[in-house]
């Protein structure tokens, strides 16, 4: 493609493409960029108006790497992501794998740091009551320190023990919607090397998760697990912190999400827009601004001029 004389703004926009698709090789779409502003064309299909109509500012609104000219193709673009995302896509498969894992209290005692009897008892406290996880009747019955069964459910789901180092809530914050750090038993933990986003999780990994995160932040994610203690401090101190504003939308189907979206969009007119779902949740974030995009990866630097919106569709919770 030929290189074009820059325009105002070209710069700038530039910067922003590069924070945000840059180094995004772990997105869905990638090896494609947002083309500079004068070479840039409508991104719906069959359009050609980008071309015909030169007078149009083509900064905004940009749909993940596309500008779209009108509503029309914005909604034509619309529909193309929530055909993607509405789709099987990765569905959590805990309830099989679950299956196959070996038990905690056998882990533990395959490693030697409980006895049969310990075991024994603890499984029988558990039953009595009908309720409480293995660990922590452990925890209650011989004192097994919390960091030992995080050790063990690390063995147990092939996954690192991670430590509270670089934490920061205030930046760790920003990486998603609270409501989904609340409800998904995770926390985001740290930012290492500039491309490197840590999970932490409390019981056990979430694919799912980790790869909606892993999308919406264009980092790769490591998944692990933090002692309990640990883990409820990072989680209350991410909860506590400012995040990126949430709105929360409720639609009937598949076309209500796009309808909604083609709202957001043309009401915030974002220079950055990214779809991904988690489980139930439709998750979009809009940068507003280009400083937004400044940030490590696609992480906004700051609460400002970003925004979240979260569609449930149909009766989902
Ligand atoms: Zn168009």
């Known amino acids: 493609m030929p290189i074009l004389g820059k325009i105002g703004g070209t710069v700038e926009r530039e910067q922003a493409d590069a924070a945000l698709f840059g180094r995004d090789r772990y997105l ?19 359009c050609g108006g980008g071309w015909t109509m030169p007078w149009k500012s083509r900064r905004r609104p940009i749909l993940e790497r596309e500008w779209a000219c009108s509503q029309k193709c914005l909604k034509a673009l619309v529909n193309s992501v929530v055909r993607r995302e509405t789709g099987e896509g990765i569905v959590a498969d805990e309830t099989t794998s679950h299956r196959h894992r070996v038990p905690l209290g056998l882990v533990l005692l395959a490693q030697g740091w409980i006895s049969h009897p310990q075991l024994r008892s603890a499984l029988d406290a558990q039953r009595a009551s009908g309720r409480g996880r293995i660990g922590d009747w452990l925890t209650q019955s011989c004192g097994l320190p919390e960091d030992r069964i995080a050790r063990g459910l690390g063995v147990q789901w092939s996954c690192p023990v991670l ?30 090397g500039s491309r490197l986003l840590y999970l932490a999780f409390e019981e056990r990994p979430n694919a799912a ?4 995160v892993e999308q919406m932040s264009g980092l790769k994610v490591e ?4 002692p ?9 101190a991410v909860l506590a912190a400012e995040g990126v504003p949430v709105h929360m939308k409720l639609v009937a189907d598949r076309d209500g999400l796009a309808d909604g979206i083609v ?15 988690v489980h139930q949740y439709y998750w979009l ?13 696609n992480l906004p630097p700051g609460p400002e001029d970003v925004v979240d919106t979260l569609f449930l569709v149909g009766g989902q919770r």
Do not use: Y
């Not at 869905?28 to 069959?46: F, H, I, L, Q, Y």
């Not at 709202?263 to 779902?277: K, Y």
């Open 263 to 277: 709202r957001a969009v043309e009401q915030s007119q974002p220079l950055a827009t990214r779809l991904v779902r």
């Open 163 to 192: 430590g509270m180092d670089g934490f920061s809530a205030a930046s760790m914050a920003l990486v998603m919607p609270k409501r989904m750090v609340a409800e998904f038993g995770m926390v985001p933990l740290r930012v290492a």
């Open 228 to 236: 309990g203690t640990k883990f409820e401090a990072a989680r209350s």
């Open 223 to 226: 998944s692990g697990l933090l």
């Open 285 to 297: 974030r809009m940068w507003l601004e280009s400083g937004a995009t400044q940030g490590i990866g």
């Open 209 to 212: 998760v980790a790869l909606g």
């Open 28 to 46: 869905p779409t990638s090896g494609k960029r947002v083309p500079n502003e004068a070479d840039r064309m409508c991104g719906a299909p069959g």
